[in-house]
């Protein structure tokens, strides 16, 4: 049985609302919808009221108004910034409603615009929205996040291909690795959360005191808190219970390094796109915890710029690991988009750590939490470091050294 392209975006709108953001009866939910992807974001809004939404609160995103700010606004004028729809976000977050973001992303939107001002508004948006994103990090509401090919984005992905050829087999490509195209999404989602659930429970059992990364341009030691914990797959709501997955497609087992103990070299395995901008063949060294040095062929003033937004952004929030047999690492597709990208490979993140990734940490103030290792910053950036070369090993409290990937794959479990 082959399905038609509005089955499958049926599906998809489905697999968001019931595995993404795990909606419930009576719930409010906040639906971040990309104006570019309006019929996608309307199916949602249908789906939302069948499984119980009481209130669906639609904010419209529309990236060509922020683009035009950018374009025609004087320099100097560049001191606030919209808060209409952060405010409705910050309001829901405390009255704990839930939140999907259906997003659709031009990555070059920004490439040329000025970096100085970029950097600056976006880190007018990370202050305003702090108290939001504590709740999101925190894993306080149930909340997801999907996405709907643009395109900008479909060509970059696919430059061979006509435009409406590029979109199609974007689309095509995000219902495969969705697994939307399977005789029962929902029954195969639950399969993969529970394989990531079996990762987790491994890494969570063993502790490891640190981890070893040996892969091309890449010898580095992450120390792991006391504390850590792994999450990935399922997360839990801490404010009302609620089973959600807060990424379509996710493929990751995650936890948060200590802030003080990276040390070595990393090369990413892929180029990060950021601030529209795409950083590409980069490596970090760190000391210490912080980077003390970067070099990337290019896009090295935006990656400068971003560790410089304050001093957690020099020091990690995240180690996630990724088999290299992901269906998105195993499609050979560069997104340009870091839901995607992400899953590609194992990575980590510059930035703020989440606070369920230390044990109590979501109940610890700041200096507890950075006294446990836990990093905190404004932002939060992935990168990809992950390829069919890295091995990863841990090593336990007793010291013994043991596998934890080969090549690229887990080395325990099955
Ligand atoms: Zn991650
Ligand atoms: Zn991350």
């Not at 710029?305 to 020099?314: F, R, V």
Request: charged residues 25%; negative net charge.
């Amino acid at each position: 049985m082959s399905l038609s392209f509005e089955e499958k975006l049926d599906r998809y709108a489905e697999l968001a609302v019931k595995v993404g953001v795990g909606l419930q009866k009576g719930q409010r939910l906040m639906l971040r919808g990309a104006v570019e992807a309006a019929p996608l974001v309307r199916l949602v809004v249908e789906k939302a009221y069948q499984a119980g939404a009481s209130v669906v609160e639609v904010l419209w995103d529309d990236e060509a108004s922020a683009l035009a700010r950018y374009r025609f606004a004087a320099p100097d004028t560049f001191n606030s910034i919209p808060t209409a729809a952060a405010d409705a976000l910050l309001k829901g977050g405390e009255n704990g409603d839930a939140l999907l973001a259906i997003r659709a992303n031009d990555p070059d939107l920004l490439a040329g615009q000025n970096p100085e001002i970029v950097t600056k508004v976006q880190r007018m948006n990370m202050e305003y929205m702090q108290p939001f994103s504590r709740r999101i990090t925190g894993k306080e509401i149930n909340w997801s996040i999907a996405a709907a090919p643009v395109p900008a984005w479909a060509e970059k992905v696919f430059p061979d291909l006509t435009p409406e050829d590029a979109m199609a087999k974007l689309w095509e490509t995000i219902f495969r690795i969705c697994r939307v195209d399977q005789d029962d999404p929902v029954a195969a989602w639950t399969k993969h959360l529970d394989k990531l659930a079996s990762w987790r429970a491994h890494l969570n059992a063993k502790a490891y005191r640190e981890l070893r990364y040996k892969a091309p341009g890449t010898d580095l030691i992450l120390g792991m808190p006391d504390n850590q914990y792994w999450m990935g797959g399922r997360s839990v709501s801490s404010r009302n219970d609620i089973d959600f997955v807060a990424n379509l497609p996710t493929e990751e087992v995650f936890s948060a390094p200590h802030r003080e103990k990276a040390e070595g070299v990393v090369t990413a395995s892929k180029p990060l796109s950021y601030a529209g901008t795409l950083i590409d063949d980069f490596s970090l060294t760190f000391e210490g915890g912080r980077v003390v040095d970067v070099k990337a062929g290019s896009g090295e003033a935006i990656f400068k710029k971003l560790i410089e937004t304050d001093e957690g952004a020099s020091r990690l929030g995240e180690v996630a690991l990724v088999p290299h047999s992901s269906p998105i690492s195993a499609s050979g597709i560069l997104f340009y988009n870091t839901l995607f990208d992400e899953n590609a490979s194992c990575h980590l993140a510059v930035g703020k750590a989440y606070r369920p990734c230390i044990v109590d940490g979501v109940k610890m103030s700041d200096d507890e939490f950075k006294a446990a290792g836990g990093n905190d910053s404004l932002t939060h950036v992935d990168f990809m470091i992950g390829s069919e070369e890295m091995d990863i090993d841990g090593v336990t409290e007793s010291g013994e050294v043991e596998a934890i990937m080969r090549a690229g794959e887990f080395a325990f479990g099955d």
